[in-house]
Each structure stands twice: as structure tokens, then as C-alpha cells.
């Protein structure tokens, strides 16, 4: 029997050509699916900073999305926290306790039982408190009055995260 070069070739090329369809499918999928939000450039980008949205339908899209909210709104708090442990003006300690009031129960609460109903198929539930976490982002950026508004990138990206993760929740 002879052995050909040409046999194990032939098999990397195919394994070569699936693993490019399969990148190719994934990469259709996050497109879509980003398509169909209110913000596709940041959706895009932050399922394709994931890892784990190669190997993801859409419900495991929107868990990576509301993992990405909670971990937004989590460094949010902690900014918050370091602001007024900075003792800030006057003028800001009020806004920002309010602020930190504000996300406590989201990041605490809200978005964990969120991801947790999302794991289990509740998907009404966890579209309610993620929206929620929109809202609570919204409420504490109308608390700041005057140009000082700390806090204006950080909960406008909060706000926006939500509204992909709900986006894609009603995808499902």
C-alpha cells in the first residue's frame, strides 16, 4: 500500500474550510442579531469581545449582553464610591449618593436574578430588570444639574448595554 501525501493534506484543508465556515456563521449570527438592536456598532463590538459569542445562538448572546450590563454597572458603582470617598463638592455629594442608591439594588439584586431567569428561560423576567438597570442609569444622570455631571459616559454606556441585552432577549 502506498501512502500518499496527498490524503492528510486533503483533510487540513477541509478542517481548514470548516473551522472558516463555522467563524463565518458566527460572525453572520452576531451581524444579525446586532442588526435588529438600537445600537449595532456597540453591540458588535462588545459580543465580538467576547470569546464565548463564537459558539453562541441568540440566547447566549443576550447572557453575555446582561453579563456585560452587570459588569458595567458594577464598575459604575465602584466609580461612584471612589467619588465620594474623594469628597467632592457639596454641590456633587447629593447627586452621587443618590446615584449610588440607584445602582446598589441593580448591581446587587436586579441583574443577578436578570441573568438567573435568563438561564432558566424566563426571558420576561430578565427583560424587566434589565430594563430596569436602563432606567435606574437614566434616573441618576437627571439627578445632576449644571455642567458637572461625573457620571454622563458611564451611565449613558449602562443605558445603551440594556437596551441591546433587552433587544436581543426579545430575539429569543
Not at 493534506?9 to 442579531?33: E, G, N
Not at 438592536?37 to 463564537?54: A, F, I, K, M, W
Not at 443576550?62 to 458603582?77: C, E, G, K, P, W
Not at 447627586?95 to 435568563?118: G, H, R
Request: net charge negative; glycine share 4%; with cysteine.
Amino acid at each position: 500500500m502506498k501512502y500518499s501525501i496527498q490524503t492528510p493534506l486533503l483533510a487540513l484543508v477541509h478542517l481548514v474550510f470548516l473551522i472558516m465556515q463555522t467563524q463565518s456563521q458566527s460572525t453572520d449570527l452576531l451581524s444579525k442579531t446586532c442588526k435588529k438592536t438600537p445600537y449595532y456598532d456597540l453591540c458588535l463590538s462588545s459580543l465580538q469581545s467576547s470569546p464565548q459569542s463564537s459558539n453562541s445562538d441568540i440566547a447566549g448572546l443576550a447572557h453575555i449582553m446582561a453579563d456585560l450590563v452587570l459588569s458595567n454597572a458594577t464598575d459604575t458603582l465602584d466609580y461612584i464610591h471612589s467619588l465620594l470617598k474623594q469628597s467632592p463638592e457639596l454641590d456633587l455629594q447629593k447627586p452621587l449618593a443618590n446615584c449610588a442608591e440607584l445602582y446598589i439594588p441593580v448591581v446587587k439584586y436586579t441583574l443577578p436574578q436578570s441573568i438567573d431567569a435568563l438561564s432558566n428561560g424566563h426571558y420576561g423576567f430578565a427583560n424587566y430588570g434589565i430594563s430596569d438597570a436602563a432606567k435606574e442609569a437614566q434616573a441618576c444622570e437627571k439627578g445632576f444639574s449644571g455642567s458637572t455631571k461625573p457620571l454622563t459616559d458611564r451611565n449613558t454606556l449602562v443605558s445603551c448595554l440594556s437596551e441591546v441585552a433587552v433587544a436581543i432577549i426579545n430575539l429569543v
